[in-house]
């Protein structure tokens, strides 16, 4: 059973620092695009940022590129999102993702997690 399962989300003040986790039960993992979107309440989900399965190729949205980072351990089939210098307007619930082809459209990931809430307090 393919299952996506966040981890690391809660509260932090601006300026502050949290870094997300992924962990992926995906037949091979390597061959999959992981990606993070985040939902503002009543929005659509939004991309975040993505890897290739290599880990040899990133995509981040414009609004987190330099402040964020994204990594995978495919030995370990997870994937992270080191997100430094949050904002309040950082706050959203955020989904990890998993597609054959990636990229920065939702229906391009047939795996999604659950999500996971991060606050930044201003």
């Known amino acids: 059973q393919v299952q996506l399962v966040e981890s690391g989300g809660g509260l932090v003040q601006a300026g502050g620092s949290l870094r997300l986790s992924c962990e992926a039960s995906i037949p091979a993992f390597r061959g999959y695009v992981v990606g993070w979107f985040r939902r503002y309440p009543g929005k659509e989900r939004e991309f975040v940022a993505d890897i290739s399965g290599t880990g040899s190729t990133t995509n981040y949205a414009d609004s987190v590129k330099g402040r964020w980072t994204i990594s995978r351990d495919n030995a370990k089939n997870i994937l992270y999102l080191q997100m430094n210098s949050l904002r309040p307007e950082d706050t959203a619930v955020y989904y990890c993702?998993?597609?054959?082809?990636?990229?920065?459209?939702?229906?391009?990931?047939?795996?999604w997690g659950q999500g996971t809430q991060v606050t930044v307090s201003s």
């Open positions: 993702a998993a597609g054959r082809v990636g990229g920065r459209a939702s229906r391009e990931y047939v795996y």
